[in-house]
């Protein structure tokens, strides 16, 4: 049969790689929008409660949320201190490049653009367009510490007070779930880093004509 044959696992190995790669993919996608919700809701919250005050009076904020046990605005991941709503917006938006970066650096293989945007953040140790058997493997491990940096991030935010108006969707769940789909990706991401630089052919060891000296 023509679908025999020694590549034939290589093949069934190459068609699920790309599978698991639209996978993490996704999981990148979903935590994308997490970030950019727990922004839209920190910066709305703060500025509906806390009356745009950028001090460093906690009684200030607790006479505004009423809560004088929490150190931070209620329903929000901002601290109650001197600019925390500064500096927590800021976070987040650096927390779409970084979600950006990771995604750029799984998808350089197939779009030249993704090496440009990796350029543009001096993060070109993130790839590298030479063949697995010609180089060390360390752009994958920084892409896996890279996310792993992501997910702790996204783990240690809190979700109350994220609703946006969608009655189908339970958003706090939604924002767990994209958090732990996106750690369990990680293991297997390293599969899908470069694939097309995998060979489906069958290496020259197991040649056995050219073994046995045959011309």
């Known amino acids: 049969m023509a679908?025999?044959?020694?590549?034939?696992?290589?093949?069934?190995?190459m068609h699920i790689i790309r599978?698991?790669?639209v996978?993490?993919?996704?999981?990148?996608?979903?935590?994308?929008?997490?970030?950019?919700?727990?922004?839209?809701?920190?910066?709305?919250?703060?500025?509906?409660?806390?009356?745009h005050y950028l001090g460093n009076d906690q009684n200030v904020y607790d006479s505004?949320?009423?809560?004088?046990?929490?150190?931070?605005v209620s329903n929000t991941n901002i601290?109650?201190?001197?600019?925390g709503v500064v500096f927590t917006s800021l976070f987040d938006v650096a927390m779409w490049f970084f979600v950006l970066i990771a995604m750029a650096s799984d998808l350089f293989w197939r779009f030249p653009i993704c090496k440009d945007f990796l350029e543009t953040f001096w993060t070109s140790g993130l790839y590298d367009t030479r063949?697995?058997?010609d180089i060390?493997?360390?752009?994958?491990?920084?892409?896996?510490?890279?996310?792993?940096?992501?997910?702790?991030?996204?783990?240690?935010?809190t979700y109350v007070g994220i609703y946006p108006n969608n009655e189908h969707v339970d958003t706090p769940l939604f924002c767990l779930y994209a958090t732990m789909c996106l750690a369990g990706s990680i293991p297997f991401t390293n599969l899908d880093r470069q694939p097309s630089t995998l060979s489906t052919e069958?290496?020259?060891?197991?040649?056995?004509?050219?073994?046995?000296?045959?011309?």
Not at 3 to 13: E, Q
Not at 23 to 47: D, H
Request: hydrophobic residues 55%.
């Open 3 to 13: 679908f025999l044959g020694p590549t034939l696992f290589p093949r069934i190995l």
């Open 19 to 21: 599978l698991w790669f």
């Open 23 to 51: 996978v993490a993919l996704g999981c990148l996608i979903m935590v994308l929008i997490v970030w950019i919700m727990i922004f839209i809701e920190n910066t709305k919250t703060f500025s509906d409660t806390m009356h």
């Open 64 to 72: 505004f949320d009423y809560d004088h046990n929490a150190g931070y």
């Open 79 to 83: 601290p109650k201190h001197l600019g």
């Open 131 to 133: 063949g697995f058997v």
């Open 136 to 157: 060390e493997f360390f752009f994958i491990f920084a892409n896996a510490f890279l996310k792993l940096f992501i997910v702790a991030a996204t783990g240690s935010q």
């Open 202 to 215: 069958v290496p020259p060891t197991f040649d056995l004509a050219s073994s046995e000296g045959t011309p």
